[in-house]
């Protein structure tokens, strides 16, 4: 039996979680935004990796269809959107039942049946929006998870009401999205694929009717003809590996849980490790020259050294101030009113260099006002905002022994353009050019896949303390 | 681990010492005994014997109230009194202290100075607090002597020669006339010689934690072990009792192969750590228990040589009475330059078989903080052992906090163990990680 090892990482935004085969390759990896129920956060992340593993597989499967006919890789990427629009929708929903019996429980009669009415009404606007998105591949990167892509299209539906609605509308959305987002449910991999396969058919027979004048992404286009007229052949082949992809057990042999709320994780004791070590682990992994890592993440940043071994040598992390992780962004954007993804191409427009001085989350929303009130274009007041937290981040690492060859960067912010183009500016010009900073697609999953790694050493190694708890788990 | 600490005999000897100290302390009015104010690094307290004078620390008094978790509001009225947030919490602990009738540690009333003796070593702020308690007890004379420093990291002959002369000029003649007593050199060198006996004793007890295991926790213990030399008992015959009776049982426990004792009973040794750095006083038990419940003993630390650094041969010496006690004063830790303390950790690490450093920075404390990141970098990079660095603070309970110290003392700990996994397997030859 093949032996699969999970990694979790669950910080303070986001959980992650990586699963990795005995030959130390990713093969699935699951990332939800962190709730109140962090078991819950674990386990969504958890389940996203094991059905983003079976994707993988049917693709390895299908690998010399897709060489001859690469337009197959389109319809698998489609069927997998799909597919998790239908996760999204069973929990679309419970919000929907969850925002009815809120709604009665709260409100005077009068205003319940106006507060009912509107809920019907604009869930009956979203859920079609919504679906279109997945279904075309619109949602991007702009918005990932449910409360995001719920709370966003809500509140567009909510403002074009009357104003006096506005607030137990918003009221019950808010008493109601944390339950639902807390409540886990279970998916049948095999049925779900079929259904997206039934829903992405409409899809592909209405290609016809689309309008492809002036369309920038003429390739994708392209594709789509092309699957238009193929995809039925790919078919049947496609149903024998959906088959075996959906039977194939996927044994978790051990898994470590790391990150801010390792402690709160349902794993046993030998199973919890730091953060540091994971990040610094899977950096090294992918890196193995690395020697230092810089991770900022949402609620905090860590400056790693480690050796050839990836052995953490030390560390030095700023756990007192928000002004220098993710967090200080998040807040940023909201003061901004624009999304977290929207933050760093923004910045990079910035035709000026403006100093913010402000160390301090808080004050530096007050700083970004009062330049706002001067005038200051918002792409360069975000510039010198991004150039404020990475110039945290540099005295971080400088605190922790500096830059030494190579560098890695890691955590969610390694996302953000902004934020990687000034930490290579600076780390290039306080340590010389002949630094590597090696940056990979993987930067948010690197402390789950250290986390994955340690799982699956912890079996080689045998320690006597780990040996009597190692976990045999069936996740699926 | 077991439930119950039986007191060892050391223990009963020295809680019975305190007690005496403190008893006549608060009777010292009465028996008209003068009591001088002075603090623990540096301290001339062989000297203050000899003129029959009882010593005060204030930095004991302000860590005693951290103890018992009376810091915090002696604080707040100090900086209701006016001094600013970052001004060093001992001070700030022993003027509130003052300010609310100066009850010491045992609960009575401390007696007012009748000197104030300013040794300062290496610590700046020794001389602004004394600037205070000379406005809250006006007219109490006041001895400076100036300890220079040792900036090039040596002692030399005119350094020594410059801390007599103060001796003779200005502290002596000072401490006759408070005391009403002739300075009398015979009495100060039989001082001195139970004072030798005393240092001798304490270097024999930090060194059996060469042992392995540890028998002791020479930081977390090893506060309690200079309790007695830190607090003016050192040239007493009473200290050569009780650190003969405390050598006694630490190498029975040696013969027997016990580990080092912690408030939850024996600890099984894990890790061994060298400690830099002036531990938390407010949350002393917690902090502690984060390295035991891990395995984790302290095998030396920096901290436990505040009141005089010994291991390198130092002795008080009857012979060069005044001489010695000038050295003394120069000669501890934090009046040492940069390289010195250096070389100090890593001749610790080094003999004491440690596993890694441990850096505690403390926010109040800059004679132990400076320069701080700069020898554990020296340090990791010469010796290629795993460093930690905490921060903490010494009696303000505003800044110790917890989840933060756990979580870095965590991953320092899983640090350890996973250098401990992969060099067992470096020796099996298994080949390292190399990437996916």
Known sequence: MNKYYLGVDLGSTTSKAVIINENDEIIGRGITNTRANYKVAADIARQEAIYNARFNFLKRLLKDEIRIHPEYELYIKDIESVFQYLQFKKRLDSLLEQMHLTTSGNFPEDLKLEVHKNITGIFNSIEPSIRNDYITGDLGSKNQFFRDIVNEKYTEEVKKLKIDIFEPMMLVLDKSITPVENQLFEFDFRALVYEAMDILKSKYDGLGETVQTNDPSIHFEAELNLLKGNYLKITDSLKEHIESVAGHEIHISNMVGTGYGRALLPFPEDCIKSEILCHAYGAHAIFPNTRTVLDIGGQDTKAIQVDSYGLVTSFYMNDRCAAGCGRYLGYIADELNISLNELGPLALEADKEINICSTCTVFAGAELRELLNIGESRENILGGLHKAIVMRAISLIARSGGVRNEFTFTGGVARNQAVLKNVSDLVIKNYGKEIKINIHTDSIFMGALGGALFARKNINIELPKNKSKAVNKEVV | ?436
Request: proline letters at 6%; glycine letters at 6%; one cysteine or more.
């Open chain 2, 1 to 436: 681990m077991a439930a119950e600490v039986i007191k060892e005999k050391s223990m009963i000897l020295q809680k019975e010492m305190i007690a005496k100290l403190f008893d006549d302390l608060s009777s010292a009015k009465d028996t008209g005994k003068k009591v001088v104010y002075t603090f623990v690094p540096g301290n001339l307290s062989e000297l203050i014997h000899a003129f029959d004078m009882l010593p005060v620390y204030p930095e004991i008094n302000a860590l005693q109230s951290g103890m018992r978790k009376q810091s915090g509001s002696y604080i707040r009225d100090a900086e209701k009194f006016g001094f600013s947030e970052d001004v060093c919490t001992y001070v700030k602990c022993d003027i509130g202290m003052m300010l609310n009738g100066n009850i010491g540690p045992t609960g009575k009333k401390l007696p007012d100075p009748d000197l104030l003796l300013l040794s300062y070593t290496g610590c700046f702020t020794f001389m602004k607090w004394f600037e205070n308690l000379e406005q809250l007890y006006p007219g109490v004379p006041v001895a400076m002597i100036h300890t220079p420093y040792q900036e090039g990291g040596k002692i030399t002959p005119e350094m020594t020669e410059y801390m007599v002369k103060q001796l003779r000029e200005d502290v002596i003649p000072k401490m006759e006339k408070v005391s009403g007593k002739k300075y009398d050199e015979t009495k100060l060198k039989h001082i001195l010689e139970d004072a030798a006996k005393t240092e001798d004793l304490i270097v024999k007890i930090f060194d059996t934690t060469k042992n392995s295991p540890s028998p002791i926790d020479a930081y977390f213990a090893g506060v309690y072990y200079i309790g007695p030399i830190n607090i003016g008992f050192r040239g007493t015959p009473e200290s050569v009792e009780y650190y003969t009776e405390l050598y006694r049982e630490i190498l029975e426990r040696v013969r027997l192969g016990l580990g080092p004792v912690t408030p939850e009973g024996e600890v099984t040794e894990r890790y061994r750590l060298v400690v830099e750095g002036p531990p938390n006083w407010t949350s002393f038990r917690e902090f502690w228990k984060l390295f035991y419940d891990h395995g984790a003993v302290i095998v030396a630390s920096s901290y436990t040589k505040v009141g005089g650094l010994y291991d390198d041969g130092f002795r008080h010496d009857s012979t060069r009475p005044l001489e010695s006690l000038s050295e003394y004063c120069m000669n501890c830790y934090t009046n040492l330059n940069l390289p010195q303390r250096i070389s100090h950790l890593k001749k610790c690490v080094t003999d004491y078989r440690a596993d890694g450093l441990l850096v505690n920075s403390i926010k109040s404390c800059n004679s132990f903080s400076a320069g701080q990141l700069l020898m554990m970098r020296a340090i990791e990079e010469d010796m290629e052992i795993p460093v930690g660095f905490i921060e903490s603070d010494l009696v303000d309970p505003r800044y110790f906090s917890y989840s933060n110290i756990k979580n870095r003392l965590d991953s320092y700990f899983q640090m350890l163990e996973q250098r401990k996994i992969i060099t067992k397997e470096i020796k099996q030859n298994i080949p390292a990680q190399t990437g996916i």
